[in-house]
């Protein structure tokens, strides 16, 4: 005769709340992970559009703008789903029907950036010498009113990163 081996109710219950407590340890562990994975990438994709802009500029020898918006340039410092870079032909920060759209990226549903620069535009223009347009000023990355990262550009349209200071808001 075979002698059956199997594990008992017990056995499985026990391995089961065995399992069940190692997961409610690592989830929000892993959600933590994940969320700041998503702001590193938002950061560095951020980043990678704004030298973009910039090289465009310079090696296009032209004005180049970024804004929020999907057809045109939305009215708000506060930047959501998608940016735009594009070719600004008259220099008044607005993607205009005559203007080359250079490059359209999407941002995360939950991150927004917010604008603040010293003279209250709703963009950001590099000048032909890789220089902003006296638009200088802070990106600030913000979830659920957080502010999680900042980059800031100088006139000279160079950028660095840097955290939030502690009054920092999203507005």
Same mark, same amino acid.
């Given at each position: ?109 939950? !991150? ?26 802070? !990106? ?32």
């Amino acid at each position: 005769m075979k002698t059956m081996h199997a594990f008992s109710l017990l056995e499985l219950l026990i391995c089961l709340s065995i399992s069940t407590i190692f997961l409610s340890v690592a989830i929000p562990s892993l959600q933590t992970t994940l969320q700041s994975n998503q702001k590193t990438q938002s950061v560095n994709q951020l980043l990678g559009t704004l030298q973009f802009a910039r090289g465009s500029a310079i090696f296009g020898r032209s004005t180049i703008g970024v804004c929020a918006g999907t057809d045109a340039c939305s009215d708000t410092l506060t930047w959501r789903n998608h940016l735009l870079v594009f070719a600004d032909a008259n220099q008044n920060g607005q993607l205009d029907l005559d203007e080359e759209l250079l490059r359209t990226d999407n941002l995360p549903d939950d !991150l927004a950036w917010h604008w603040s620069n010293f003279r209250d535009r709703n963009y950001l223009q590099f000048e032909q010498d890789g220089t902003t347009r006296a638009l200088n000023g802070t !990106l600030t990355l913000c979830r659920d009113g957080q502010p999680l990262k900042q980059i800031v550009i100088n006139l000279a349209g160079r950028l660095r990163t840097q955290a939030p200071p502690a009054n920092t808001q999203c507005i």
